[in-house]
């Protein structure tokens, strides 16, 4: 008889059978599918009411409150994957996950956490601030640092911040999330900056450059890139670019996500690379950069948050004028800043804490301003009011402190 030839492979063992099975997933278990990026519209949509009781964050002029930047943070760090599930297709993605074989750090003492875990720890490094950290705070107003004669507990805290931006950008790449590599490289503009002063300002330009060529339209290079979140970059003068990675901005890459994450990317880059540009001494250009960030904020709510960027940017501008002994067109920005600070104290239910450190500080900047064009008493008058001011806001704040403690207290007492 003729013997009938069978193609293909052996019928399985039974532990190679549960094997297949194992890999399979179960479609039912899957959690919903990702919304499509065009509906994502992070925090420019204010909430009906506060996220949590008690906060501020009242939208000025409308209804409405702000979430304090919760869903922008949420697009940016994108804890439920949903980029790489759209790319990928949820099976291909849910398969993969179970699997291992999505991007993370595999090395070092993040090897046994999950690519989600890993994403915690990346926004926990980006975005935490400790209490005793310098530049607390939502203010980015670019300062010039005494980088030599400062204490060593200070220059510690400065190179440990800036070693923790090198290592956000580190994971960032190692997630491939290039969100977070922008925006670790605009921290690691920031922190140069604060750490080495004028000295660190070519470095901080670059990363600044870098950061804004991920959200851009075009192309990136992620080899370029990696090379910042090495302790000392030594930048190969025959280095040829090779720009393959899609910008943020790129119609490739906004099939998968929301402009938002470009332009929020963008809001933190052009502050930066601003900063780097007056610490190199450059007025002009350094003002160019700054405008820029306007047309993105434009259509953002009048919340406190997007107020001290609006803020921040104006007084920024105003000290480029100061330091080219332009009083009048720096004043001209030191009082849109200030108007933005009246208009969070006069709104009740709003920002006044906010509003009123908005005012110090755009005082602050203009007694700078005076002093530079030699108008010492002015200045000196000015400080004056700051520092009562000052004193006033804290005393004031330490009393809500209390108060809301007590009620606390209160509250637990009888819920016993």
């Given amino acids: 008889g003729t013997k009938s030839i069978k193609m293909g492979k052996k019928a399985k063992s039974s532990a190679g059978k549960k094997k297949a099975a194992d890999r399979k997933i179960d479609r039912s278990a899957l959690p919903p599918p990702p919304p499509k990026p065009e509906d994502e519209v992070g925090s420019a949509k204010p909430l009906d009411k506060p996220a949590l009781p008690g906060t501020g964050f009242k939208v000025l002029g409308e209804e409405g409150y702000d979430d304090g930047g919760v869903a922008d943070l949420s697009l940016l760090i994108d804890l439920e994957d949903s980029v790489q599930r759209r790319k990928r297709g949820e099976n291909e993605y849910f398969t993969a996950l179970k699997a291992d074989l999505l991007p993370r750090a595999t090395r070092g003492p993040m090897a046994k956490m999950t690519r989600r875990e890993q994403k915690v720890s990346l926004a926990q490094l980006l975005f935490s601030e400790d209490d ?54 605009s921290e690691l503009c920031k922190r140069k900056l604060t750490q080495a002063g004028k000295n660190g300002a070519e470095e901080a330009l670059r990363c600044a450059n870098k950061a804004i060529e991920i959200a851009g339209p075009g192309f990136w290079d992620s080899d370029e890139v ?163 001011q000052k004193i006033s806001d804290d005393e004031a704040a330490k009393k809500k402190k209390e108060e809301e403690a007590a009620k606390d207290a209160e509250a637990s007492a009888e819920n016993k």
């Fill in 226 to 388: 990696q090379l910042e979140a090495e302790d000392n970059p030594v930048l190969d003068p025959k280095y040829e670019k090779n720009a393959t990675s899609p910008g943020l901005a790129n119609p490739t890459t906004l099939k998968l996500l929301p402009i938002r994450v470009s332009q929020l990317c963008m809001r933190s880059s052009l502050l930066q690379k601003g900063n780097a540009l007056a610490a190199m001494g450059k007025e002009d250009d350094a003002r160019a950069i700054y405008e820029e960030v306007f047309p993105i904020l434009e259509s953002e709510p009048r919340c406190a948050r997007v107020d001290w960027e609006r803020h921040s940017v104006h007084v920024n501008i105003g000290n480029t004028f100061a330091r080219e002994g332009n009083f009048d067109k720096a004043d001209e920005h030191y009082t849109i800043a200030q108007q933005l600070g009246e208009d969070h104290v006069k709104e009740k239910g709003g920002s006044e804490e906010d509003g009123r450190s908005m005012l110090l500080c755009a005082k602050r900047a203009r007694a700078f301003a005076l002093k530079k064009v030699g108008r010492d008493d002015e200045a000196k008058a000015l400080l004056a009011e700051v520092i009562k």
């Fill in 132 to 185: 005793d950290c310098e530049d607390k705070g939502p203010s980015e107003v670019y300062v010039e640092h005494n980088v030599d004669d400062e204490d060593e507990t200070v220059i510690k805290h400065r190179s440990d911040r800036l070693a923790q931006a090198r290592a956000a950008l580190r994971l960032s790449l190692l997630l491939r999330e290039p969100a977070c590599a922008s925006l670790s490289l």
